[in-house]
């Protein structure tokens, strides 16, 4: 089932009633009410400073393992709210992860960074551009990608991606549409890795101290590339005055619903990442030896 992205960028009051989300949005003083079910929503956006959200109805959706993003005063994703509790056997896995030896995260982030390289050379093959150097560099990678094959990868990408492009966060547009998707993907992400029982701080690659989604940002680099074809499309569409509007909010919401490969299975791409995050797990316990990453086709 796919689970519903909800964004809000009006005034807004949030309650539970009737064991359901009612919406009350407040539009040019005209209040604007909808009622969805709890068990339907995957991730809620928040981005307005005048949203109220009720204590019963964020336990509510805390309980149904959904992801409420709040938004900074400049519309771009800033915090997370997840649950502690999101699988019946956490401490069991929560053991796992934390036991996982060094060949494991290595050879698990070989497997990441390979297929983040073939979805990239799966976009640039989408935009009409050779990807034949990744498609070698990704035959390259080896366990914990010990030549940094990553950043050699990502430098031919970027350069192809867009005519003189430079991939810099607080860059030119579309830098902005992309940091907007790629908040987007981590929080579905964060999310996935909960409910599959896992603590998205522990990660097999990123390290950082201060980062409390480590392992979310290490599973999200195969899943950016989803995002670059439609930052692509949007930026075509806008030129370089492209900015977060609603309309392009909209579209890079609609990430999570987007077609993808999980193997031979074709699934939404915020279904599939059950697979992925489940898959990890099962590599973490023992009983697989490989994620199940999404592809572009």
């Known amino acids: 089932m796919i689970k519903q992205t909800l964004y809000f960028g009006n005034p807004t009051y949030l309650k539970l009633k009737n064991r359901q989300l009612e919406i009350q949005v407040i539009d040019q003083e005209e209040t604007r009410e909808f009622v969805r079910p709890i068990e339907d929503i995957g991730v809620i956006l928040l981005d307005n400073s005048q949203i109220t959200i009720t204590h019963n109805a964020i336990k509510a959706l805390q309980n ?3 992801a409420i993003i709040s938004c900074d005063e400049h519309h771009m994703p800033n915090s997370l709210m997840l649950p502690l509790q999101g699988h019946t056997e956490q401490s069991e896995r929560f053991r796992y992860q934390i036991d996982a030896s060094i ?3 290595k050879n698990l982030w070989q497997q990441t960074v390979i297929a983040k390289i073939q979805n990239q050379a799966s976009v ?4 009409g551009k050779s990807s034949k150097r990744l498609s070698i560099l990704s035959q390259r990678v080896q366990s914990g990608d010990s030549e940094n094959i990553e950043a ?3 430098a031919y990408y970027w350069k192809h991606y867009l005519d003189d492009f430079i991939r810099d966060r607080y860059g030119e547009p ?3 549409l992309l940091n907007y998707g790629y908040a987007i993907v981590r929080s579905m992400v964060a999310r996935a890795i909960v ?3 896992l603590h998205p701080t522990l990660g097999i690659h990123h390290k950082n101290k201060y980062n409390a989604y480590c392992l979310a940002d290490d599973i999200m680099e195969p899943f950016r590339p989803f995002v670059d074809l439609i930052a692509f499309d949007l930026y075509e569409h806008l030129g370089e005055t492209s900015f977060l509007s609603k309309e392009a909010k909209n579209k890079l919401l609609a990430v999570a619903t987007v ?3 999980f193997g031979k299975k074709k699934r939404p791409l915020m279904v599939g990442l059950t697979l992925t995050t489940a898959s990890l797990a099962q590599c ?4 697989k030896r490989r994620i199940i990453y999404p592809q572009i086709r």
């Open 195 to 197: 409910a599959s029982g």
């Open 284 to 287: 973490y316990m023992g009983k």
């Open 152 to 154: 050699q990868a990502a």
């Open 174 to 176: 579309p830098n902005n």
């Open 124 to 127: 640039l093959e989408c935009l």
């Open 103 to 105: 060949p494991l995260k």
């Open 64 to 66: 149904n393992k959904t």
């Open 259 to 261: 077609d993808s490969f």
